[in-house]
């Protein structure tokens, strides 16, 4: 997608990144989530009602996409994931990741997602 267009749709897609972000614990504002996307740290998948965001993640043994926002109707969401899988291959990804609330638990399932492990967080 050219990077205007791109553009002009996380402006569409603002209130379904802004509601995902009340639940990411404060790590990201709309405008870095901007700013990741404008240089390319970041990819924003839209669909008509709503949009994943993901960014790739890169440890000593393994590459992951990271999926770590997503809003919308969850069946946009849904409808997403073979088109995010494949393109997370293609640029050499071992596996995909997501961190969000115990409710994707069920929906993912169904995709063939598992739990691996739980995050704690402790605020200071």
């Known amino acids: 997608m050219p990077k205007d267009t791109q553009v002009n749709e996380l402006e569409r897609c603002r209130p379904w990144i802004e509601a995902a972000l009340e639940y990411s614990g404060g790590t990201h504002s ?3 989530i901007e700013q990741g996307i404008r240089d390319a740290r970041m990819q924003l998948w839209p669909s008509p009602r709503g949009c994943i965001v993901t960014e790739i993640v890169i440890y000593p043994k393994k590459k992951y996409l990271n999926v770590f926002l997503a809003g919308g109707d969850l069946d946009q969401i849904l409808d997403m994931d073979e088109d995010v899988k494949a393109w997370s291959i293609d ?25 691996l492990q739980t995050h704690f967080v402790k605020e200071f």
């Open 30 to 32: 709309f405008e870095d």
């Open 91 to 115: 640029q050499g990804c071992d596996a995909a990741m997501m961190s969000g609330r115990i409710g994707w638990k069920k929906p993912l399932k169904a995709l063939g997602w598992e739990i």
